[in-house]
């Protein structure tokens, strides 16, 4: 099983739901195409055979991952830009027709799931936002009850960013199915720390986001099934079959590829262990006063988000050295504001403004752990 570089000990990393650092495998899938694959694997001599070869191959390792034919995998350069094809793509291609766009999506979506779908609002399109329970988990009969004959898409993300809160995607994507929906889901979360397969999900679109599992920012990839028409936001050359044109970034890819034969989700197991290490060791000292935000069960192997009730939690985490954890979303983490996914899961303020994501890797340990732990206990426990 692959590790990932150690980090300074005087350092605790607890933020791997924004970003991981590179496996050391994925480093070395990338050096050929450093110091010597260069061309274009769109040519036909003799420069581009191997560049071609490795895309090949790296499409292959993706398509592996998520049980599907290689053929079905777009690259992209992220999570955005793909949740942002999936959704702008299926909008254009009932745009082209003359039909009117419905799409059905969650109160606590990834915001280049929102800003998408506001964007295409704007463009005359019309959405409903299903809410979420305390646990921000999505109801699928609430997503039933928002079908209408001009749905057109819907799209509820895997596993929340912020919460680690699962979805029953299974459920949404057979409902999805059976009114002749298209069915996206967002895995950037997800992919490599618990199972995620296209056809168990019943999914016509998911998105991958390499740097949330051990590849580089700046790639990812989009699973469209066979058959599906969404339109390409990006036109030329007719790269990626058409689904997206401009000469494809080998090495990113390559390393996306090497990240996808790595990721093992059984392997999480212990991971979730050294979570349940870190939760029980805050609720040593804050029994009473520790909310654990999120599904207890559904969720994530990896994160943990609680609350320090009535704390501060960016002034505390503000004063602990050398630690890196998140208060709310990554994306969002320089706003002070309460997360809106906790204000949708109805979280007071009180319990909001205290809330740590804490999000562990496969190379977090025992050490890593206890040490967190104190940082924390000491930082939240001088705070009146």
């Known amino acids: 099983m692959s590790t990932t570089p150690s980090l300074d000990s005087r350092v605790i990393y607890l933020d791997f739901n924004a970003s991981t650092p590179l496996a050391p495998e994925v480093v070395r899938a990338m050096e050929p195409y450093l110091e010597g694959r ?79 779908v506001q964007f ?69 979360q997800s992919l490599g720390k618990v199972p995620v397969d296209v056809d168990a999900l019943s999914v016509d679109l998911l998105t991958i986001a390499g740097h949330k599992c051990y590849a580089p920012k700046g790639v990812g990839a989009l699973f469209m099934r066979d058959g599906i028409e969404v339109e390409p936001l990006l036109h030329g050359g007719g790269h990626e079959s058409g689904h ?49 935000n999120g599904h207890p069960e559904q969720r994530l192997p990896n994160t943990l988000n609680v609350s320090f009730v009535g704390k501060d939690a960016p002034r505390a985490l503000g004063g602990i050295e050398a630690f890196a954890a998140s208060t709310g979303s990554a994306c969002h983490s320089d706003v002070r504001e309460m997360s809106p996914v906790l204000k949708a899961m109805g979280v007071s303020e009180d319990v909001g403004f205290g809330a740590v994501r804490l999000s562990l890797g496969r190379s977090s340990t025992e050490a890593d752990i206890d040490t967190a732990a104190e940082r924390l206990l000491d930082a939240f426990g001088r705070i009146e």
């Open 244 to 292: 997206r044109s401009g000469t494809e970034n080998v090495l990113l890819i390559a390393a996306l590829g090497a990240a996808c034969e790595l990721s093992d989700p059984a392997a999480m197991r212990g991971v979730a262990a050294l979570r349940e290490r870190l939760h029980d060791a805050l609720r040593t000292k804050f029994d009473g006063e520790l909310a654990l």
């Open 120 to 188: 295409v609002k704007r463009l005359g399109a019309e959405a409903s936002h299903v809410p979420v329970d305390r646990f921000g988990r999505v109801d699928p009969d609430d997503v039933r009850k928002s079908l209408r004959p001009d749905t057109r898409l819907v799209s509820i993300m895997h596993a929340n960013n912020e919460v680690g809160t699962l979805q029953p995607i299974e459920a949404i994507g057979r409902l999805a199915r059976e009114h002749g929906v298209l069915f996206h889901t967002d895995a950037a």
């Open 38 to 116: 260069f061309g274009n694997p769109s040519a036909s001599h003799w420069a581009s055979s191997e560049a071609k070869r490795g895309l090949h191959a790296a499409r292959e390792q993706v398509a592996k991952r998520i049980g599907c034919e290689a053929s079905a995998i777009v690259f992209t350069s992220g999570g955005t830009e793909s949740n942002n094809h999936a959704i702008l793509g299926a909008f254009y291609r009932s745009r082209l027709r003359d039909e009117p766009f419905h799409v059905v999506t969650s109160v606590v979506e990834h915001p280049s799931v929102l800003e998408a």
